[in-house]
């Protein structure tokens, strides 16, 4: 199991900032690769960005690359997803997830955080 606890979020006006952090708990951290999601209200979850166990392989939705970042730190078992020029479009529950593979499919992930509300707005 792989417990995992996103923290980060809140209320930002358009073209402003956040981070988002996800840490992880439970089975080794570095053996998983790492994805960012996302669900705004009526929508089905979309995928964000995902980052490989090395942090060598990552792959951005094209509604966000330009904009976010994401990395990770192992020797601190957290994923982040920076996140600039934020629009009122980016407004979602986002939530961190694990795979054993690097994928962008929502169905290969294993591993789910609570989500963290991100608000931007206009």
């Known amino acids: 199991q792989v417990q995992l606890v996103e923290s980060g979020g809140g209320l930002v006006q358009a073209g402003g900032s956040l981070r988002l952090s996800c840490a992880a708990s439970g089975r080794t951290f570095s053996n998983y690769a790492m994805g960012w999601f996302r669900q705004a209200p009526g929508k089905e979850r979309e995928f964000v960005a995902c980052?490989?166990?090395?942090?060598?392989?990552?792959y951005y939705a094209d509604s966000v690359k330009g904009r976010f970042t994401i990395s990770r730190d192992n020797a601190k078992n957290t994923v982040y997803l920076q996140m600039n020029s934020l629009k009122p479009e980016d407004t979602a529950v986002y939530y961190c997830?694990?795979?054993?593979?690097?994928?962008?499919?929502?169905?290969?992930?294993?591993?789910w955080g609570q989500g963290t509300q991100v608000t931007v707005s206009s």
């Open positions: 997830a694990a795979a054993p593979g690097f994928t962008i499919a929502t169905k290969d992930y294993d591993y």
């Open positions: 980052i490989n166990w090395s942090g060598k392989s990552i």
